[in-house]
């Protein structure tokens, strides 16, 4: 088996998928706000951005930690680049006990994310 796809869930469609497209980079793949879902290439998966509309129970997934993480080759100039496109950050990159860095990012719904840069 092979991890196929990540899943995350917004209330906001329309700003989630700005967000993640032209802020973050991602590309594309299929879907939009009027089909509900947007797809996009991230990887070896897939990151699936879900609308969650009135009080269906993944509402209680929107505006967590999603535990999802990506990888950034210099983590303090993606850091510092995000955060001057208005990208808000928990605090700036953070060395961990396993020598790599970590730095948590809040997407348009609340729901938080990892920029990760692996040591050595």
Partial sequence: MRLAAVRVFVR????AQLFYQ?????KLKHGDAGAGYCVFEAGAADLVL???VGDA????LVGRFTGLSF???DIRARHAALSA?????????????WGGW???LVDPAG???QLVQYPG
């Fill in 85 to 97: 496109a208005g990208v808000p950050f928990s605090g700036a990159p953070e060395q961990q006990p």
């Fill in 50 to 52: 879900e609308s969650v």
């Fill in 111 to 113: 729901n938080q994310l």
């Fill in 102 to 104: 970590l730095a948590t």
């Fill in 71 to 73: 990888v950034a080759a």
């Fill in 12 to 15: 906001d469609l329309v700003s």
């Fill in 57 to 60: 129970p993944e509402l209680a």
């Fill in 22 to 26: 032209q802020t973050l980079g991602f």
